[in-house]
């Protein structure tokens, strides 16, 4: 196994840096490796009919063998594929371990990749007698009471922390993860988690694949660290708890980790915990256990199953904020009958009828509003009413907005517009004079009309004076400054358009200050 397994480790976090300076390998951790880390081969040589298991490290004759064969080491009785020491080509793999060691009650772990050259010249092989193994450390980790950190090694930077601990997702493509059980055996017995019940979590867990135990147990006994309350709930069967915390997944408030005792921590009776701990109930049952006990139902264990089931008070909470959890229920599993419906879509036509209902201003602490006989009937006539108040309400602000750019138009013509004997310049007047301009003149002239609307800016119209009517350049003014005055297709401004646009800014725009004010100003006016 390579010696120089710190070579790349020697910048970045300090604590990281001291970590790997205490830790060494433990004995027979090479064997350990060959053993469950990787797949076995038997490699062979056709020409001598000698063959080496990558597994045990010893060579055997070998006779009428073919590549990719199935086979069995007389050594180690281990099966494995055969491989033609000329036909092994770019044969490299990978895998990663994690070692554990202890300093005092602190437990340490280190996260190495390995490469195994199962590549390497046959005489190579012969000559050392063994496939070589290849390490790099590529994660950290300690672990104290109340306290837990990991460093991640980076190529450019070195060892730095991370926010939270995990196993790099990238390993996944880079072959098994598994953990050394001597050292993580040994290292538990006498660390501040001896107690925690890690080795049976992992149990639970190593039916997963690789990454997912690993990280699931990295992650357990991170969080036993922060909170010793895990311990308890893990001992107690509380496994879904565990699992959501482990997860991050919501905890919906159900119970209050900074509490070291188990009745303050969940908040209720001790007959009440027992009830959840027979159930292995999860935090979201936990936390409608809690709800309903504080509404007066006290329910049972079938009750909250059924409950559970059928709605997520974390995604109901507007319609809880009308009612209770058993009211709700009751009433979700009446709709569900009446109309064969699906649950989550019984939850969002309620909160639509809700939502509605609240906008019309109907009265909801009346039950007949809030639970109605027929719901489907009930939720038709609300949206009807409240489709056609959305009409009336947009009718009137349109009617109202209009009135506004009237009169907002009608002071922009009073204090800007001008002419001369060859072009005039007045304000555009309306969205529909905004598209006309830029389909004539093939500009985007009409995406503006929200600015100008909110008296942001202001859009003016050039006209030849012999052509009035006919769309010529188009002018956009904002805060006394022209922002820009395009023709058709962009075009920028003639010498003789640029001269009368830049009168009529210094004449009228800027001159006389009592008279004109800026575009913006009027906005605020109006």
Same mark, same amino acid.
Request: proline letters at 2%; one cysteine or more; hydrophobic letters at 35%.
């Given at each position: 196994?390579?010696?120089?397994?710190?070579?790349?480790?020697?910048?970045?976090?300090?604590?990281?840096?001291?970590?790997?300076?205490?830790?060494?390998?433990?004995?027979?951790?090479?064997?350990?490796?060959?053993?469950?880390?990787?797949?076995?081969?038997?490699?062979?040589?056709?020409?001598?009919?000698?063959?080496?298991?990558?597994?045990?490290?010893?060579?055997?004759?070998?006779?009428?063998?073919?590549?990719?064969?199935?086979?069995?080491?007389?050594?180690?009785?281990?099966?494995?594929?055969?491989?033609?020491?000329?036909?092994?080509?770019?044969?490299?793999?990978?895998?990663?371990?994690?070692?554990?060691?202890?300093?005092?009650?602190?437990?340490?772990?280190?996260?190495?990749?390995?490469?195994?050259?199962?590549?390497?010249?046959?005489?190579?092989i012969?000559?050392?007698?063994?496939?070589?193994?290849?390490?790099?450390?590529?994660?950290?980790?300690?672990?104290?009471q109340?306290?837990?950190?990991?460093?991640?090694?980076?190529?450019?930077?070195?060892?730095?922390?991370?926010?939270?601990?995990?196993?790099?997702?990238?390993?996944?493509?880079?072959?098994?993860?598994?953990?050394?059980?001597?050292?993580?055996?040994?290292?538990?017995?006498?660390?501040?988690?001896?107690?925690?019940?890690?080795?049976?979590?992992?149990?639970r867990?190593?039916?997963?694949?690789?990454?997912?135990?690993?990280?699931?147990?990295?992650?357990?006994?991170?969080?036993?660290? *922060? =909170?010793? %309350?895990?311990?308890?709930?893990?001992?107690? $069967?509380?496994?879904?708890? #565990?699992? !959501?915390?482990?997860?991050?997944?919501?905890?919906?408030?159900?119970?209050?980790?900074?509490?070291?005792?188990?009745?303050?921590?969940?908040?209720?009776?001790?007959?009440?915990?027992?009830?959840?701990?027979?159930?292995?109930?999860?935090?979201?049952?936990?936390?409608?256990?809690?709800?309903?006990?504080?509404?007066?139902w006290?329910?049972?264990?079938?009750?909250?199953?059924?409950?559970?089931?059928?709605?997520?008070?974390?995604?109901?909470?507007?319609?809880?904020?009308?009612?209770?959890?058993?009211?709700?229920? *009751? =009433?979700? %599993?009446?709709?569900?009958?009446?109309?064969? $419906?699906?649950?989550?879509? #019984?939850? !969002?036509?309620?909160?639509?009828?809700?939502?509605?209902?609240?906008?019309?201003?109907?009265?909801?602490?009346?039950?007949?509003?809030?639970?109605?006989?027929?719901?489907?009937k009930?939720?038709?006539?609300?949206?009807?009413?409240?489709?056609?108040?959305?009409q009336?309400?947009?009718?009137?602000?349109?009617?109202?907005e209009?009135?506004?750019?009237e009169?907002?138009v009608?002071?922009?013509?009073?204090t800007?517009?001008?002419?001369?004997?060859?072009?005039?310049?007045?304000?555009?007047?309306?969205?529909?004079?905004?598209?006309?301009?830029?389909?004539?003149?093939?500009?985007?002239?009409?995406?503006?009309?929200?600015?100008?609307?909110?008296?942001?800016?202001?859009?003016?119209?050039?006209?030849?004076?012999?052509?009035?009517?006919?769309?010529?350049?188009t002018?956009?003014?904002?805060?006394?400054?022209?922002?820009?005055?395009?023709?058709?297709?962009?075009?920028?401004?003639?010498?003789?358009?640029?001269?009368?646009?830049?009168?009529?800014?210094?004449?009228?725009?800027?001159?006389?200050?009592?008279?004109?004010?800026?575009?913006?100003?009027?906005?605020?006016?109006?």
């Amino acid at each position: 196994m390579s010696k120089e397994l710190y070579s790349n480790t020697k910048h970045g976090n300090a604590e990281a840096i001291a970590i790997l300076g205490a830790h060494k390998q433990p004995r027979g951790i090479e064997k350990y490796i060959r053993e469950n880390l990787f797949d076995n081969y038997i490699i062979y040589d056709g020409k001598t009919d000698k063959g080496f298991c990558t597994k045990c490290q010893k060579f055997f004759d070998v006779f009428d063998v073919k590549h990719n064969r199935d086979g069995m080491c007389p050594h180690c009785k281990m099966a494995g594929k055969y491989k033609s020491k000329g036909l092994r080509k770019s044969m490299v793999e990978y895998g990663s371990i994690l070692v554990f060691f202890r300093v005092g009650e602190t437990i340490h772990a280190i996260l190495q990749l390995i490469k195994r050259r199962t590549d390497a010249d046959w005489d190579c092989i012969l000559k050392r007698g063994e496939v070589p193994l290849e390490t790099t450390v590529v994660a950290v980790y300690s672990m104290d009471q109340g306290r837990q950190s990991m460093y991640e090694h980076g190529t450019y930077f070195g060892w730095a922390s991370t926010n939270s601990m995990y196993i790099p997702q990238y390993l996944e493509n880079w072959g098994r993860v598994i953990i050394h059980m001597p050292s993580f055996t040994k290292s538990i017995k006498e660390s501040c988690l001896k107690y925690a019940g890690v080795e049976a979590f992992y149990e639970r867990w190593r039916r997963q694949p690789y990454r997912a135990s690993v990280n699931a147990v990295i992650r357990f006994m991170a969080i036993n660290a *922060k =909170y010793p %309350q895990i311990e308890y709930l893990s001992k107690l $069967g509380f496994h879904k708890v #565990v699992d !959501s915390k482990l997860c991050g997944a919501s905890t919906y408030k159900a119970l209050n980790w900074n509490k070291k005792n188990l009745k303050e921590m969940f908040g209720l009776e001790t007959n009440d915990i027992k009830l959840l701990q027979g159930i292995n109930a999860s935090l979201h049952q936990i936390a409608i256990f809690k709800r309903c006990l504080k509404e007066g139902w006290h329910l049972t264990a079938a009750e909250l199953h059924a409950v559970d089931e059928a709605m997520d008070i974390n995604n109901e909470r507007s319609i809880l904020a009308q009612t209770t959890v058993k009211e709700w229920y *009751k =009433y979700k %599993q009446k709709i569900i009958r009446q109309e064969k $419906g699906v649950n989550y879509r #019984v939850r !969002s036509d309620y909160e639509d009828y809700l939502k509605e209902m609240k906008a019309l201003g109907y009265d909801l602490t009346d039950k007949y509003n809030l639970f109605p006989p027929d719901f489907k009937k009930a939720h038709e006539r609300v949206s009807k009413i409240y489709r056609e108040n959305q009409q009336k309400i947009s009718e009137q602000a349109v009617e109202k907005e209009k009135k506004r750019i009237e009169k907002y138009v009608a002071k922009l013509k009073k204090t800007y517009e001008f002419e001369d004997s060859n072009f005039i310049i007045r304000p555009a007047t309306s969205r529909q004079e905004l598209i006309n301009e830029g389909s004539i003149l093939h500009h985007c002239v009409a995406s503006y009309y929200d600015s100008m609307a909110a008296g942001r800016s202001a859009i003016f119209f050039i006209r030849m004076k012999s052509s009035p009517d006919t769309p010529f350049y188009t002018l956009e003014l904002k805060d006394k400054e022209i922002r820009q005055c395009r023709g058709t297709h962009n075009s920028n401004m003639t010498v003789d358009v640029k001269e009368f646009v830049d009168r009529w800014h210094k004449e009228v725009v800027l001159a006389k200050k009592k008279r004109t004010k800026a575009a913006v100003e009027i906005a605020i006016a109006v």
